[in-house]
């Protein structure tokens, strides 16, 4: 598998356990996601499999973001 530069970041996210935390993480790694994206503007875009990858990522992070955010709405609740 090819290592992105900005998988680190999104597997940070992916791997937070503390809820708290979570919006940041999820935050950094949609700017890392998006700065890449930023990149293949520049120089005419990158390999098909990258711009999936980054689609999936984005994906997963609004996944996260939305359980994120039934999170706080909970502990908001109780």
């Known amino acids: 598998m090819t290592e992105y530069k900005w998988l680190?970041?999104?597997k940070a996210a992916l791997l937070e356990t503390d809820?708290?935390?979570m919006e940041?993480?999820?935050n950094a790694a949609e700017t890392a996601l998006q700065?890449?994206?930023h990149e293949f503007d520049v120089n005419h875009g990158g390999t098909p499999e990258?711009?999936?990858a980054i689609a999936d990522a984005?994906?997963?992070l609004n996944a996260l973001r939305t359980e994120?955010?039934?999170?706080?709405r909970s502990k908001r609740a109780s």
Request: net charge positive; proline share 0%.
């Open 8 to 10: 680190e970041v999104y």
């Open 19 to 21: 809820w708290s935390k």
């Open 24 to 26: 940041e993480r999820i």
């Open 35 to 37: 700065a890449r994206k």
């Open 50 to 52: 990258e711009n999936q």
């Open 58 to 60: 984005l994906n997963g």
């Open 68 to 72: 994120a955010s039934a999170w706080l």
